[in-house]
């Protein structure tokens, strides 16, 4: 499922740029809940959602939604 594969790849770049989930939601103008949610693949991030956290991790959208994270 898509949702999971995003949701996933958003915890990795979180956990990678040494964001908290409070810090990150925080910063995305969401609730810490709603961010849960996209993490665990239980709810569709939304196009706004995606160009926010990608501006935020400093990467492309396509990276967002790529199989690996690159450290």
């Known amino acids: 499922m898509e949702e999971e594969k995003w949701g996933r790849r958003i915890r990795a770049f979180r956990k990678l740029k040494g964001y908290t989930q409070e810090g990150l939601a ?16 239980n709810r569709k991030p939304k196009e706004e959602l995606m160009i926010k956290i990608a501006t935020i991790f400093q990467v492309s959208i396509d990276e967002l939604t790529q199989d690996q994270v690159h450290k």
Request: proline content about 0%; cysteine-free; hydrophobic content about 40%.
């Open 26 to 41: 925080k910063d995305l103008g969401i609730s810490v809940s709603i961010l849960g949610e996209v993490e665990r693949g």
